[in-house]
């Protein structure tokens, strides 16, 4: 919850009787629930919306109004992306170049920290818009990661 009184959650959209398998993203804002992300969504870089990362801490909204979320994308793929007021754009996914440092071979999108690698517990947005993340890379490096996304 921000400052505004805006909520972002996560809906679970599993069939019955399981759960926590497929989650959507949703943002109660003004009084009206709209979904942000649901499964079949094609996402920015062209992937389809699998779920949203089953940990609760993998979403989060700043006092801007702008949600930042982990997924599932396309078969095997991971991503982050920011909604912001009907946009949505991708913060980095699978086979994203980040200059200098390497490849993005998955995003983590919340767990635990295991010793020895880098496992970001919480997703979060900053007023700034900038999100801090973590992510391996196709070189099998952990890193922790903060962007500055725009559309």
């Known amino acids: 919850m921000n400052e505004s009184g805006d909520i972002v959650f996560q809906g679970d959209l599993s069939a019955p009787p399981n759960f926590q398998q497929v989650q959507g993203v949703y943002l109660y804002s003004g009084g009206k629930t709209v979904a942000v992300a649901r499964p079949g969504d094609t996402m920015p870089g062209g992937r389809e919306f699998v779920s949203a990362a089953v940990f609760p801490n993998a979403l989060h909204i700043n006092n801007a109004g702008e949600v930042v979320f982990g997924a ?9 992306f920011v909604a912001s007021h009907g946009a949505l754009w991708s913060v980095a996914q ?4 980040i200059p200098g440092v390497g490849t993005v071979s998955q995003v983590i999108t919340g767990g635990f920290f295991v010793p020895g690698t880098v496992a970001n517990t919480e997703i979060v947005n900053n007023d700034r818009g900038q999100v801090l993340f973590a992510a391996t890379l196709t070189d099998g490096r952990g890193v922790l990661l903060v962007a500055t996304p725009h559309q």
Do not use: C, F, K, L
């Open 72 to 80: 599932s994308i396309g078969v095997s793929e991971t991503g982050m």
């Open 94 to 97: 699978t086979g994203t170049v």
